[in-house]
């Protein structure tokens, strides 16, 4: 009898883990940021180890999400034994057994260092990105690494979001705010699909155009419209910064973030 709840015990996190890798999802976030908006920030950003990335969006992640948000808890059949409810709207972390191998994803290292760049000044080393959303979201993701990151690359070169909205007269600027509508409007009509909008707030507080999500089926390969709206802290009218810093301004700042960091 001893023995058998041990056993339990012992069984009961490695059916978790399993239930965990085994998650439906319902689509993919493809998130884009804009890097005049990661810097323009208090935190301020770092050019990565392979030099300063284009004044274009780059992929932040690709991340599986649910359609509605579940109970974590209740997934594993705890909430009966009186274990709080926490809300879980995407699965991460599914496989912590399989780290991100640079031998995997050999071929695609040149596309990623351009449209995949670190702008974090903890290390300036892109791969430590990949690998942290390949651990986070990627292993959740049904996908293997090198389709995970094909897939990614492939989404983003299908449609040029920064393109997009300039042929819609919405370009980098220190002065002008743009209608979020419009934004919204010029990414629908030249995607021909509904994305999210995400807004964070520059150092002087105003408010700033930063992530895209768009919307992919489970495959990968299609987008969609995105099935729920998303609380992104956007106004009415929002900014869209220049990603400024010449190569010696951004070493200069890169140095005297590490060192604060
Ligand atoms: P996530 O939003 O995917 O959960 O977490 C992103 C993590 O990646 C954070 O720990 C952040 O510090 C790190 N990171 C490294 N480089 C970047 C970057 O260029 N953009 C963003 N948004 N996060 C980055």
Redesign the pocket.
């Known amino acids: 009898m001893r023995l058998s709840v041990v056993a339990v015990a012992l069984l009961l996190p490695l059916a978790a883990a399993v239930l965990a890798s085994a998650e439906q999802f319902d689509f993919f976030y493809l998130v884009q940021?804009w890097p005049g908006s990661?810097c323009d920030t208090q935190q301020g950003c770092c050019f990565p180890d392979s030099g300063k990335p284009a004044a274009e969006f780059g992929i932040?992640?690709l991340w599986p999400n649910y359609a509605q948000c579940r109970s974590s808890a209740g997934e594993v059949g705890l909430v009966d034994m009186g274990v709080m409810r926490r809300k879980k709207c995407w699965p991460e972390y599914c496989d912590d057994g399989k780290p991100l191998s640079l031998w995997e994803i050999k071929d695609l290292v040149k596309q990623l260092d351009q449209s995949w760049p670190?702008?974090?000044c903890?290390s300036g080393k892109s791969m430590e990105?990949w690998s942290?959303?390949w651990r986070?979201?990627g292993t959740c993701s049904d996908l293997g690494q090198h389709d995970y990151f094909a897939a990614a690359l492939a989404l983003k070169s299908r449609h040029n979001l920064t393109a997009i909205l300039a042929d819609a007269g919405i370009v980098p600027s220190d002065d002008d705010t743009y209608f979020l509508s419009s934004i919204s409007d010029a990414i629908a009509e030249g995607t021909g699909f509904k994305a999210n909008l995400e807004c964070n707030r520059d150092k002087s507080g105003e408010t700033q155009l930063f992530q895209v999500y768009q919307c992919v089926d489970r495959s990968g390969n299609s987008l969609i419209d995105c099935p729920l709206p998303m609380q992104g802290k956007c106004r009415d009218r929002v900014k869209l910064p220049p990603f400024v810093g010449d190569r010696e301004l951004a070493v200069a700042d890169t140095s005297a973030a590490r060192a604060a960091g």
Do not use: A, D, P, R
């Open positions: 940021q990661f932040h992640g670190t702008l974090s903890k990105f942290y959303e986070k979201h």
